[in-house]
Structure formats: C-alpha cells, structure tokens
C-alpha cells in the first residue's frame, strides 16, 4: 500500500506539472504565435504522431503488461527488457528512416525534420520499463527536470510567428532528451543477458495486437486537426488544439491514478485475484467520476474568462468550444480508466480493438461530413460524439463480464451538486472582469461549493475516505 500511495504522489507531481507549465506557457505561446502559428504546429505534430505511433507499436500498452508479469525476477526481467527494447529499437529506426524521406518532400522540410527528434525519443524511451515495475519515481523526476529546461526555453526565446521554428525545436528537444535520461535510473535494475532474436521476433504478433487499438486511438484523437488544416484554416486548428489541450489536461490530472493502476491489475490478474480486481475498480471509477463531474461543470463556469486571458482575445471563440468539449472530462476518464484497469490487465486487446477502431472509423467519417459545413464546430461534434461511443463501447463490457455497477443515486447527487455551484457561480460572477484573479477567485469558490453540497448529501468520497481510514488506524 505504501508503495501505491507513493506511485499516486509521484504520478501526481508529474500530472501537476504538466498543468502548472501549461497554465504559464500556453498563453506565452498563444498570445506569440497567434492562432495560425500554434494551428501550424499542432497540425504538423498530428502528421508526426501517425509515424510515432508506429514508432512505438504497442510499447505504452504491452511493454507495461509483459514487464509486470515478470518483474519479480531480476533473471526473466532483464530477458523481457532487452528483447523488448530492441524489438522497439528495430521498428523505430525503420520508422525514422521512413519518415526522413517524407520531411524532405514536405512543403516545409525544416520544421518538418526537426521533429524527428520526437520519433528518435521513440528509439530511446523505455518509460513502459520502469512502469511495469511500479517505479515512477525515476519518471516523475526525468520529466520534472526535463520540461523545467524546456519551459524556461520558451519563456525566453518564442516571442512571435517568427519563432516557430524554435518552439518546434524546443518541444522536440524536450520530448527527446525525457526519454534518453531514463537510462541513467536503468542501472541495477537489469542485467546483460544473452538474447535469442527468435524471441524477439515473437512479440510482433501480441505487440501488433496492441499496435491495432493504437492505430485507431491516435486517428480518432488526431484526425480531426489534420482535416481541419487541410480543409479549413491553421487558426481552426489552433483554436480546436487549445481548447482540447486543456481539456486534456484535466484528464490527465483526474486519470493519474490509472497509469499506476495498470501494471497493479495486471500483476491481480495474473494471481487470479478477480473479486479484488473489482472491489479497486469500484472505489477508483467513482473517485475520478467524482472528481469529472466538479471539473466539468467547473470548467463550464470559468471557459469565458479563462480563455480571455489565457489564450488571448484572437481565441475568443475557444470559450464556446471549451464548454461543448467540457462533457468529454467525465467521458473520456471514464473510457480510460476501464481501458488501463480492466481490459488491458484482462488482456482482452480484441475488445480495446473493437472499441477505437470503430471510433476511428466514426471520427473519419464525421470530421469529413461536418468539417466542411461547420469549420471547427465540426471537429466538436464529431469528438464529443466519438469519444461517447468509444466510452459506450468500454462500459458495455466492463458491465456484460462483471457485476460491477455504478451508484447512480450517488452519480446523480454529485451532477445535483455541481449543477446548483454552476448556478451558483453564474450568479455570483455575471459581472466580473474577465481576468486571472476572477477566474481563481471562481474555481476557489466552485470547489469549496461543491465540497459542501456533496457533503450535506454525503456523497462527497474523499470525506468518506478520509474518514474510512481513520478509523481503521483507530482500530
């Protein structure tokens, strides 16, 4: 348990960070390269992560799984890491390769080359390693010093459009050199062992069975932003790619818990501790639903004014798409959090598989049909209605194969709860200057509001686990 616990603290420092770095550099970034400059980017990168996610080939996913299986011995642990990494090393130099060729016949070749950098971090990271073994410590402090370099880089040198080119270098630099100081914690964790390349060659097939679901993932998650920056406008996209950045972010921060959940399921499965397996999955979904629902509503409340300032007035129009997009907070922890605590300890890949691939398929046609006639509102509607159906889709086997079920009284005093702070906040805020201070003051006020309803209704969980575990010490 203590070890859990501190996994949880360390995801938490590290998902954190990847939101108080935002919350400074964003609208740095933002309010310097426009609308068009950060479309640009985020446009180029969607191209980037079709060759990462080749690249990778199922490492985030398998990786994690095979090493948790053996990672109680040094012997079989150290075997599994180098077949695995040269597995990964031969796909991603092929890859690197490949994707050279393609940057040389781009419109923009520069911009494009220096992102190799991204899939050259592909070749080195090994994070899937020390999550297999429940050490993200070593994680946590890699990145925290990594992005630090990265953000004071920015900060000081990306002043306008014409600095895009360094903050494309920047972001690939930091990608790059997060993966590559991971091998400095690697020593004494493994050993050098003989390997038989017949062995390597046999995770093609599992890893490809991961590498489908990926696939269809980064389509449905990037798709959008390339048709709408061959379609529409690079300003679509930046708007579209802000707007879902930080939507992402809070999912990120509310899903922390899964990332350590993973290789803990998998190790549960493999022991055959099913009933266990669930009793987590009750108390983990309800949590992060609990905690969906106030940033959702939350998020709805402050979009106005936070967008004003954080984006700048040219992203004005994100405030709208924030609020549309905001539902995806409760969706998409949700669909995650069933992936990496259930089917993928399961192993039931086939049934991730099914989900995203007809995600993918759904986003394609939807961005291609509503892109056209609606411009970035299209893209909206076509990842509101995507990312439900995947969700669906995970929900619809979590509850078939278990007895798990969700409190629906409990869920439904929590939206009661967030729905009376959002008026509340309305109410309270209608004449507000839209600017940091008022979008603090608004958050504050919203969790200490939410806070004490779900109390009153005693539905608020983190009192009663408080609670629950004092207690238990008292006894």
């Known amino acids: 348990m203590r070890k859990l616990i501190g996994n949880v603290f360390y995801q938490s420092i590290f998902q954190v960070l990847k939101i108080v770095l935002p919350v400074i550099t964003i609208p740095i970034v933002s309010k310097a390269l426009g609308p068009s400059g950060i479309g640009e980017y985020n446009y180029m990168n969607s191209i980037v992560s079709y060759f990462l996610l080749f690249a990778g080939l199922g490492m985030d996913m398998y990786g994690i799984r095979e090493i948790a299986i053996v990672r109680n011995s040094k012997k079989l642990l150290s075997q599994k890491f180098w077949e695995l990494q040269i597995f990964n090393g031969i796909i991603s130099l092929i890859v690197i390769l490949l994707y050279a060729g393609f940057s040389m016949l781009s419109k923009n070749p520069i911009l494009y080359l220096i992102q190799t950098l991204i899939l050259v971090g592909a070749f080195f990271d090994i994070s899937w390693f020390f999550a297999g073994i429940e050490e993200f410590k070593a994680i946590t402090i890699s990145n925290l010093f990594i992005k630090i370099i990265g953000f004071i880089f920015i900060v000081l040198y990306v002043k306008n459009y014409s600095d895009l080119i360094v903050y494309v270098f920047i972001q690939s630099m930091t990608i790059f050199l997060s993966q590559l100081i991971l091998w400095i914690f690697l020593f004494g964790k493994i050993t050098l062992v003989k390997i038989n390349f017949k062995n390597v060659i046999r995770h093609t097939k599992p890893a490809a069975s991961f590498f489908v679901g990926k696939i269809a993932t980064t389509l449905y998650m990037n798709i959008n932003k390339t048709i709408l920056g061959l379609i529409g406008t690079f300003a679509m996209v930046g708007i579209f790619s802000n707007s879902t950045n930080l939507i992402f972010i809070v999912v990120a921060l509310v899903g922390t818990i899964d990332t350590v959940m993973l290789p803990k399921m998998s190790n549960l499965q493999s022991s055959g501790s099913e009933e266990k397996i669930i009793k987590i999955l009750d108390t983990t979904l309800h949590i992060q639903v609990f905690f969906s629902i106030l940033f959702m509503f939350g998020l709805i409340s402050v979009a106005d004014s936070l967008v004003y300032w954080f984006f700048g007035p040219e992203f004005s129009q994100a405030a709208l798409v924030l609020k549309l997009l905001s539902p995806l907070i409760i969706i998409k922890c949700l669909g995650t959090s069933i992936v990496k605590q259930y089917l993928m300890p399961k192993n039931q890949i086939r049934n991730f598989n099914l989900s995203v691939i007809i995600g993918a398929v759904i986003n394609a046609l939807l961005n291609f049909s509503l892109i ?90 983190i009192y009663s686990f408080i609670t629950t575990n004092m207690l238990r010490k008292r006894n």
């Open 372 to 461: 056209p006639v609606l411009g970035v509102f299209g893209a909206v509607f076509a990842t509101f209605i995507t990312e439900s159906l995947v969700t669906g889709i995970r929900i619809y086997f979590l509850l078939k194969q278990t007895g798990f079920k969700f409190n629906i009284i409990l869920i439904t005093k929590q939206i009661l709860s967030a729905t009376t702070m959002l008026v509340a906040l309305r109410t309270i805020f209608f004449n507000f200057d839209k600017n940091i201070y008022t979008t603090l003051l608004e958050a504050l006020t919203g969790f200490a509001i939410y806070m004490f309803l779900t109390y009153v209704l005693k539905v608020n969980l």
